[in-house]
């Protein structure tokens, strides 16, 4: 895939990391929504030193919450929502433990994930693709359906529930889950560099010659 192999060449393969088991991706992706990694990592590790295995984080107060995820850009979501989605884990599964879709379809598992408090498309898949379940599922976050509109990969309305399904069948069927974790991290790598929201650099993106944004850009570009 041309956009790929030119992200790779610009960006370089995408480092190893310690992966977390699918509970804990599951907490780590609710308090990465529009959220800078740096901040998201900080206060995964605050909340879990609070609860060490995630024991008693069903019972957390929303104070107790928001005293420890305050830092996140939707804390106020968030602190009623974490505690409630592992209070349904627990009752329909009898623990905080999502080791069971390991040999699920990854279709079932994402609506299974997607019936959670505040779990939406996103979350679900990097729950499934980013954990040690290491599932064949395309992450598909807000760089990337831009990044994706700009290139006309998808249309100019399309949700991230639209873009995750169309943009996953348009890779190559032999990709296992690995290189499609490789394709989400080039992709948001470029757009927090050259495919920016408010300022695309086209002149310099290493896509230029491929994308119909950057021959078709108006003098004042719609931000997308
Ligand atoms: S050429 Fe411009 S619009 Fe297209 S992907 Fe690159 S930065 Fe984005």
Redesign the pocket.
């Known amino acids: 895939m041309a956009v790929h192999r030119r992200l790779r060449q610009t960006f370089g393969r995408r480092p190893e990391a310690p992966r977390l088991d699918p509970a804990s991706q599951l907490i780590h992706g609710m308090l990465s929504v529009r959220t800078r990694g740096e901040t998201s990592r900080k206060v995964f590790l605050r909340l879990r030193q609070r609860f060490p295995e995630w024991q008693g984080l069903e019972q957390a107060s929303f104070e107790t919450m928001w005293e420890l995820i305050g830092e996140i850009t939707l804390a106020e979501k968030y602190a009623l929502h974490i505690p409630r989605a592992v209070q349904n884990i627990i009752s329909l599964r009898g623990a905080f433990d999502l080791g069971f879709l390991w040999d699920w379809p990854v279709d079932s598992a994402l609506q299974w994930l997607e019936r959670l408090p505040g779990v939406g498309v996103k979350i679900a898949a990097a729950t499934l693709n980013f954990s040690t379940l290491q599932k064949r599922v395309l992450v598909v976050d807000t760089h990337h359906l831009?990044?994706a509109r700009?290139?006309k990969f998808v249309g100019p309305l399309a949700s991230i529930e639209d873009a995750s399904s169309l943009l996953e069948r348009q890779l190559p069927a032999d990709w296992d889950a690995g290189a499609f974790e490789e394709h989400h991290w080039l992709m948001k790598r470029?757009?927090q560099s050259?495919?920016?929201a408010r300022g695309?650099?086209?002149?310099?993106?290493?896509?230029?010659?491929?994308?119909?944004?950057?021959t078709m850009?108006p003098l004042k570009h719609t931000v997308l």
């Open positions: 831009r990044i700009r290139l470029l757009g050259f495919c920016t695309p650099a086209c002149g310099q993106c290493p896509l230029g010659d491929l994308c119909a944004y950057s850009r």
